[in-house]
């Protein structure tokens, strides 16, 4: 069971003002209230609800002034100050800690729901890939590794990346256009993709290279392939 309730606590604080006290004169007073608030099981949800200013003491000659003897117009501002947030403070830290859990766990769980949005973006990506090189079309665009597609012309291994084009698909074969131009770096061949080289007929070599369309799935998986493009 939820015990629910309402709290009163006592407020003391000093303070200047410009009424004077009816004895000596002076301004300076102490005063004392009362304010209330709401909590769960003594911790404070909120903040004061009703604020009650007992009594004034002259900080000089001791004098007390009861509440209902003090002017409308200074009472307001006694109970402003004797309540305000620099004295009721404290009220306010459970739920400013509660809140801060609260968007804390917002964050994180958003955070999350991200990292596994990207992952099944992730998934969703190499899954087209596969059914690419498993159902292989004309004109698919296949970035390669050279090296391991055994075509590379030139001595050095480093110049590895370039372009393969499917021309043709029989039922158990397809041909492909292989590019002239191999690349140290992939972004060579990204580039080319930008400007939208590789679609000139001039880009391929004259001689072509037949592979069976059930060795296209393993050559995926051990990154011959690196990926497939598909208008
Ligand atoms: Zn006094």
Redesign the pocket.
Known sequence: MIYFGIQTMPVKGVFSSNMT?A??G?SEFSAFGYCSFSHIYGIPIGVNKSKVVKNIE?L??A?IIMDKDISCEYRENISNILFGFRKTWFLYIPMALILSVFLFVITISGAEKNKLSSEERQQIYESQQISYVTTPKEKDIYVVDMNKLNVSSGDDDSYKYGVIRVVKVDSDTVEFAISVPVYKYLSGVNDDMKIKRHLKRHYYLREHAFIKISELKRMKENKTILRVERE
């Open positions: 006290c004895e000596c002076a002259c000089s000659c004098n």
